[in-house]
């Protein structure tokens, strides 16, 4: 017989050990991480702590935590006089409400997004004035809308914000206005006036925006002001490019590439009556799939779901959700898309057809539901809700033959070509009155705060849209 004795580690020893997986390297995205946490995140949890703390106990040092940057203009009396300087809405560092600050900038700055890395890094535009490429135009955006995913940037938990542009932060993403200066070589089609509406990669907020042309599209007629112009250019590519993934765009019904030729064409939509689901309600029906299957949280929304062009409307506040699924399509989905996260992602893909599609474009429901901060319990139910993420098993989508598919077009910077035809798709639509505008909620860029609380209460129908001056009608 053989005996082995293990002499107990040394205090080094353990030490080492313990440290080794407090701080460790992630192999797949080359960065450290601590006790299997990105730092950001967890420095994010600390400041948004802070933040419910000061609040919520002394709120007279809240002053502290609002930090300013040279950009801002400090003198009162020059903002009175100077109507033409930039007002937009700051996000200094991760946070409750009182990080959106509406500031005042510094003579002939703007806001940009973060693909303008050749005019200045985001957010802003420099002090000292800049010559404006050819390939760009200054805005004089008198609406923005609000998404879901600004509120996520406030709180630090929105990726790309995180990686391309970093605090302080101008949010939002939709724009609508006129045009104020061309360059000097102007090559576009557009000129000072012109009335336009389009994306920015961040930097919407504000009342003066540095854009590519690209992301820029003249208002038609059909759309009576800039509010509603304002409240569908995300939502609807966002809505448009699920579909792409989905295999329906492009791509008409005679041609093998798309997936028209499958028997089995329905689709089941999650929050079917907000920004993203009432295009891909309207887009489903324009691309002749069907039954088209609506899935909404109120019973309020259920009409607005009919109405926007639903087969069927499952209300999951008043009956079972996967059980009325499977009334409406008892052979499974030929397409699902949901941006819940951990609430329905694993259930969504046990009602898939086989050959169905899973579209991932969102994460809700990991999300604290109408909170102005995040206090300590709602981290900790994130981190639960995160633990029981489902994962999809290889082997399992082979043999089903389902697919999971999952996008985020905040990281498209470099893919302007195909969201460019999808712009030009989406307003054809519209001006032949294929689809429609959102429901539009106004609001003024003072009450930008009510705009985020509205939105993530879940009461919202449509889309919000904040007005940067009184009156955004033309």
């Not at 059909?222 to 295999?247: N, W």
């Not at 009602?351 to 809700?364: N, Q």
Request: hydrophobic share 40%; charged share 20%; with cysteine.
């Amino acid at each position: 017989y053989h005996c082995t004795i293990a002499s107990r580690p040394s205090f080094n020893q353990q030490l080492n050990s313990h440290s080794s997986k407090l701080l460790t390297m992630d192999a797949n995205k080359q960065r450290w991480t601590i006790l299997g946490q990105d730092p950001e995140i967890l420095l994010a949890a600390l400041a948004n702590i802070l933040s419910w703390f000061v609040v919520t106990f002394c709120p007279r040092f809240l002053p502290y935590l609002l930090p300013s940057s040279p950009e801002e203009e400090q003198d009162g009396d020059a903002i009175s006089i100077d109507a033409t300087r930039t007002r937009c809405i700051s996000i200094g560092r991760p946070g409750g409400m009182e990080q959106l600050r509406l500031v005042t900038l510094k003579k002939d700055i703007c806001t940009i997004g973060y693909n303008v890395k050749h005019v200045s890094p985001a957010p802003y535009t420099p002090a000292d004035g800049f010559e404006l490429p050819e390939d760009c135009a200054v805005v004089k955006n008198l609406a923005f809308s609000v998404n879901y995913a600004d509120c996520t940037i406030r709180w630090g938990l929105y990726e790309s914000a995180k990686k391309f542009v970093g605090y302080p932060i101008v949010p939002g993403f939709d724009v609508a206005g006129k045009i104020e200066r061309v360059p000097k070589n102007n090559n576009s089609n557009f000129k000072v006036g012109d009335r336009v509406f389009g994306c920015t990669l961040f930097g919407a907020y504000s009342s003066r925006v540095v854009i590519p042309t690209i992301q820029l599209r003249k208002i038609p007629d059909c759309i009576d002001s800039f509010s509603k112009a304002a409240s569908f250019p995300a939502v609807s590519l966002t809505a448009l490019y699920a579909l792409h993934l989905a295999g329906y765009f492009p791509g008409g019904f005679d041609e093998g590439a798309s997936r028209h030729k499958f028997k089995n064409k329905s689709i089941l939509i999650h929050s079917a009556a907000g920004g993203v689901g009432s295009f891909l309600v309207q887009m489903s029906k324009v691309l002749g799939l069907g039954p088209i299957v609506g899935v909404v949280g109120r019973s309020s929304k259920v009409d607005e779901a009919y109405r926007l062009g639903c087969d069927a409307v499952i209300d999951k506040s008043s009956e079972d959700l996967w059980s009325a699924a499977t009334k409406a399509c008892p052979d499974g989905f030929s397409t699902i898309m949901d941006a819940n996260g951990v609430s329905t992602l694993k259930e969504s893909y046990n009602a898939l057809a086989p050959s169905g599609r899973l579209i991932v474009f969102g994460f809700h429901s990991n999300l604290p539901l109408g909170q102005a901060m995040l206090n300590p319990l709602e981290w900790i139910k994130m981190a639960r809700k995160q633990s029981n993420m489902p994962k999809f098993d290889a082997m399992d989508l082979t043999v089903s033959n389902k697919s999971v598919l999952g996008f985020n077009l905040s990281f498209f910077a470099d893919e302007r070509e195909i969201l460019s035809d999808m712009f030009d798709q989406i307003l054809e639509w519209i001006s032949n009155e294929k689809l429609e505008c959102p429901n539009v909620v106004e609001m003024e860029m003072k009450n930008i705060a009510l705009a985020h609380e509205f939105i993530s209460s879940g009461k919202s129908i449509g889309k919000i849209v904040v007005s940067t001056e009184p009156t955004s009608s033309s």
